[in-house]
């Protein structure tokens, strides 16, 4: 019994004493959660007009992005308009002191931010009745509209200073020739103060330029006006949240509906309207602002008291334009100022496809090398056809002069027998006519017979002159038959000499060809020739050449056959090379010169060996198809 009560005890206090451990716990763990989780900084963004005015809206969108990454704490944004900025009327301002009161009275926020000068002058006011001891960051408003006097030891200043004089003298730079400027500017009660800030900045440009001030029109009228300026005009573009006649304006549709209806170039002060509808100018960055804006709010809510944040008002940055703008009012980027940057430019044909350009000019100029080079050997190897076909032409006739020496005898023994017979019978009509009845008839043969004699001389003499002419190649029409057959009467007499049969068989149809006459009965000449020195060793009885003409298709056909000793079937491939020969004393040039004729003429050359002994060469020369006969 006392045994079951002790255990009891002790499991009672092991209970209890988890049961601490884990209360224990818990409270370590939510005492490490609040620690990692901070409670959010609350930040009061008090706004001059409104959440769509332009810059101000621009400013609290840069703003706050900024100081959410500078900071390591979560920051609770709260924002607030001041209405009553529109219009010149403090009795509004109660009430909205009031609900202001209403909501921080009992825990004000960490921070005040109050973007633009109304804001800033509110909270200046109020300041007291409001947040005496809350940290105020006075940002998005131009030195001149802050009232340093009032500043506190809460207060800090992040301000920009504004230009003006040197806007304008960027626009004269950029446009030497302008006579007129006109300033857009609403009439709330800060665009009032602007424009007296304006009217006595500028007035030293009085001389130079005419200013037109536009506060006092309504916008729609300011549309009117902007759109029948005269040449060499500007428009500056201040503000215009409340026009002359009341109307509030919002966000960018007035300055979007001036750019659209006004004939001259604008210009403005502040980036936050460079979105394509000015052409741009010397402006403050709302972006670097801002970011000078974020460090400054982000140390004060680290813990450094406001007045120890010391921020230098900023300043206008570099030129910068809009290319798009500058093409429509034909604006040079030689008349820019320096140091300019100029935004949107269009890239050029060769800026977008520079490769794409450079690859195909180079394959242009590769291809106009490439046409340049083959038309230079073109020409040359024109030029070269041309010496080939004159040295040919030479070495062709020197060819035929070879074939004369070798046909000499011959031909001496053909012009000696009608030379002889011409003699005799001279000699025998004289005798005649030397008798005392001298016989008519007999005289009138004889003188038959030496006109006979003579045609036989002439005609051989002419056969050899056409032989050994020197002409350049010149393609007519004629009949190859009649080739053929001239060639045979050439060898007639020296058939007799050399002791062999020249055997013809002529087609009786015409085969008209276009061609050299003098250089195909060339080759017929080498071919007999090399005939006749094939036959050399021959038999007298089996040493025949044959020469047939035929129709092949739309060829004109000629072979020469011989009945030598045949060519060797190893050379039959080289017969026509140049300086092969099988003669001891050759040159090996006749073959050659064979083929290259009959190339030029568009035809072909072969040779093979006949089954009974010597050899065949076929020649085949394209007809002509015009239907003409020969001339």
């Not at 006075?138 to 003006?164: I, M």
Request: charged fraction near 20%.
């Amino acid at each position: 019994m006392h045994l079951r009560h002790a255990v009891s005890f002790r499991s009672f206090c092991a209970r209890t004493f988890f049961g601490a451990l884990s209360v224990a716990l818990l409270l370590a763990t939510l005492c490490q959660s609040q620690a990692a989780d901070p409670e959010p900084k609350r930040v009061l963004m008090l706004q001059s007009f409104g959440l769509r005015f332009k810059p101000w809206t621009d400013f609290a969108e840069f703003l706050r992005p900024e100081m959410t990454k500078q900071s390591k704490v979560p920051i609770d944004f709260q924002d607030h308009s001041l209405l009553t900025a529109r219009l010149d009327d403090d009795r509004a301002h109660a009430p909205f002191v009031d609900y202001l009161q209403a909501l921080y009275g009992a825990k004000p926020p960490d921070l005040v931010v109050a973007l633009g000068a109304p804001a800033a002058e509110f909270v200046q006011r109020y300041r007291n009745r409001l947040f005496p001891q809350t940290p105020m960051l006075f940002t998005s408003v131009e030195a001149r509209r802050v009232q340093y006097d009032k500043l506190t030891g809460y207060d800090t200043v992040a301000a920009a200073a504004h230009n003006f004089p040197a806007a304008i003298e960027t626009i004269l730079q950029v446009l030497p020739d302008t006579k007129l400027i006109a300033v857009v500017n609403g009439a709330s009660p800060n665009e009032a103060f602007w424009q007296t800030v304006f009217e006595r900045e500028l007035a030293p440009f009085s001389g130079r330029i005419e200013l037109r001030w536009y506060n006092k029109l309504s916008f729609e009228d300011i549309l009117k006006d902007a759109a029948h300026l005269p040449p060499h005009s500007a428009i500056f573009w201040h503000l215009m949240s409340v026009d002359a006649a009341g109307v509030t304006q919002e966000g960018t549709t007035a300055l979007h509906r001036l750019s659209t209806a006004a004939n001259a170039p604008i210009f403005s002060y502040l980036d936050g309207f460079f979105d394509g509808s000015i052409v741009g100018g010397s402006m403050h960055s709302v972006e670097k602002g801002m970011a000078i804006a974020a460090a400054a709010a982000i140390r004060i809510l680290n813990g450094e008291k406001a007045g120890d944040v010391k921020v230098p008002p900023s300043r206008f940055e570099p030129p910068r334009f809009d290319w798009r703008q500058m093409q429509r009012f034909d604006i040079s980027d030689s008349n820019l100022p320096p140091g300019s940057t100029v935004y949107f430019r269009e890239p050029t044909v060769w800026e977008r496809y520079s490769w794409q350009i450079a690859s195909i000019v180079a394959v242009l100029l590769i291809q106009a090398g490439l046409i340049v080079v083959l038309l230079q050997e073109h020409r040359r190897r024109q030029l070269a056809e041309v010496l080939s076909r004159q040295r040919m032409a030479e070495l062709a006739h020197v060819n035929r002069f070879s074939t004369a020496g070798e046909l000499t005898a011959s031909i001496a023994h053909e012009i000696n027998q009608p030379l002889g017979s011409i003699l005799t019978n001279a000699e025998t009509a004289q005798a005649i006519l030397r008798s005392p009845s001298p016989n008519i008839a007999e005289l009138d043969e004889i003188v038959t017979d030496i006109v006979q004699d003579d045609r036989r001389a002439t005609e051989v003499i002419r056969r050899m002159r056409s032989l050994l002419k020197k002409a350049p190649f010149e393609q007519k029409q004629f009949d190859l038959n009649e080739v053929v057959q001239e060639t045979i009467r050439f060898f007639a007499s020296l058939a007799v000499g050399r002791k062999f049969e020249l055997v013809s068989v002529i087609t009786p149809e015409t085969l008209p060809i276009l061609g050299d006459r003098i250089q195909l009965q060339q080759v017929i000449l080498n071919l007999v020739m090399n005939g006749i020195e094939a036959m050399r060793d021959t038999p007298s009885e089996d040493r025949i050449i044959s020469i047939r003409t035929s129709r092949v298709e739309n060829f004109a056909q000629l072979s020469v056959s011989d009945r030598g000793s045949g060519i060797p079937d190893e050379k039959l491939k080289e017969v026509f090379e140049p300086f092969f020969t099988s003669k001891a004393e050759g040159m090996g040039m006749g073959l050659s010169i064979a083929r290259t004729i009959i190339e030029a003429h568009n035809g072909v050359i072969s040779a093979k060996n006949r089954d009974h002994g010597g050899a065949t060469f076929r020649i085949r020369v394209p007809l002509c198809t015009d239907g003409a006969g020969p001339s």
